[in-house]
């Protein structure tokens, strides 16, 4: 009570010097009264309020994780789209009215399964006449044959003249090249009624069934019958940056190896290798890539034709580079960052260069030492000299606490 009527003499004196000194007079006398009185109280009040106490600031929690070397591949990032080493669309080779098909739709198909049937009729009436053909052609050959052979000894014989023998030879060349012809039409029928079976012309997958028995089709123009992917084996085509093009004619030798990792959309993980066997011949100007292919193997068709697929393309390996987690390196207005931790566990902000990435790691090229600690969880509000500490992360939150042996949480 004594402390609050110091105050308020205090406050009361004060005011009534600042009135004095500041007010003109017919303000002093409007601020007579209950107006004043009120103005009295808020001025005491704000006058006597104590300023609240700093409220003193622990450690920041951060969690740390200290930076690594070693010697870890160079690759470069790109995707692609598998294509079949082989893919046929099937058609018909002869005329004909489609019979029947023989294999169900997205199957395997060996080498030399049936596929289709076409109407044969005409292609077998075809084939008989020209076998008649050529058995009269045979016959005629053979009338020519004996009659040069008689022609020939009657003309030793001086029993006939030159220009008869000559024209019983030319007889006999008409009647070779007759029999010829006859056999080369016998030939073409057989194989148009050939043709009339449609065999599967690779081992591989069957698409859908294109045609429909009962239609007409025409030969060697008319629409695919069903297509068929060579499923063993795949291609990969794919780009990778101009700035990457040296490098990779560099390790794509006749004497190297050079492989690319394939994980497919949805995959976790690698899920095939393949081998790098070609980099085209130029640069694509418009989009500053240049193309490469690589054979992938697919003995157990693990891979499927037009599946999208991330590629790592492996062109070389940088010995003995820093690595720290991926979650460290910050992006800010002077470029990447990381906060290290001191040796007084302080923090310390410090620009980095990065290189490429690694799993859940990055390659630091330069502004951190292996050793160093660096903080990966906690960078939000934290600053250059702010006290950090080492956070304890629950069991449930996707890193296990450390155990002592008898399974109790370590001290």
Request: hydrophobic share 45%; glycine share 8%.
């Amino acid at each position: 009570m004594r402390q609050f009527r110091l105050c308020w003499e205090g406050r009361r004196g004060q005011m009534a010097s600042e009135e004095g000194s500041h007010m003109p007079n017919g303000a002093r006398v409007i601020l007579q009264g209950p107006a004043i009185v009120a103005l009295l109280w808020v001025a005491l009040f704000a006058g006597c309020r104590r300023a609240p106490a700093p409220q003193a600031h622990g450690p920041r929690p951060i969690v740390s994780a200290r930076a690594i070397q070693r010697d870890v591949p160079i690759y470069v990032e790109s995707f692609g789209s598998l294509l079949p080493m082989e893919s046929i669309d099937v058609k018909a080779e002869v005329t004909g009215k489609v019979l029947s098909y023989h294999f169900t739709e997205g199957q395997f198909v060996r080498e030399g399964d049936l596929l289709y049937v076409i109407d044969t009729n005409q292609y077998a009436a075809t084939l008989s006449k020209n076998q008649a053909s050529l058995e009269q052609s045979v016959a005629k050959l053979a009338n020519a044959r004996d009659t040069l052979a008689r022609n020939r000894q009657l003309f030793a014989q001086k029993v006939i003249a030159t220009n008869e023998l000559e024209a019983a030879e030319t007889m006999h060349e008409e009647a070779r090249a007759i029999n010829r012809l006859a056999e080369a039409e016998v030939r073409l029928a057989r194989l148009d009624l050939d043709h009339c079976t449609i065999e599967a012309p690779v081992a591989g997958y069957a698409g859908a069934r294109l045609v429909d028995p009962g239609n007409i089709v025409p030969a060697n123009t008319g629409p695919a019958l069903v297509n068929i992917k060579r499923m063993d084996r795949l291609r990969l085509d794919f780009t990778i940056p101009e700035k990457y093009a040296s490098r990779a004619r560099a390790t794509i030798t006749p004497s190297n190896t050079v492989y690319a990792l394939l994980t497919p959309q949805g995959a976790e993980s690698v899920m095939a290798t393949g081998v790098v066997n070609f980099i085209n011949n130029t640069v694509d100007n418009q989009t500053g890539t240049i193309a490469l292919r690589a054979d992938v193997p697919n003995a157990d068709t693990r891979l499927w034709a037009g599946q999208f697929v991330n590629i790592k393309f492996l062109i070389g390996e940088q010995k003995d580079a820093v690595l720290v987690p991926y979650t460290a390196v910050q992006n800010g207005q002077m470029g990447p960052y990381v906060f290290i931790v001191t040796a007084t566990n302080t923090a310390a902000l410090r620009q980095v260069a990065v290189g490429l990435r690694h799993d859940d790691l990055i390659a630091i090229d330069s502004g951190i030492s292996p050793g160093e600690t660096v903080v990966t969880v906690g960078q939000m509000g934290l600053a250059p000299g702010v006290e950090v500490t080492e956070a304890r992360l629950p069991l449930n939150a996707g890193a296990r606490a450390p155990t002592s042996d008898d399974g109790t949480p370590a001290k």
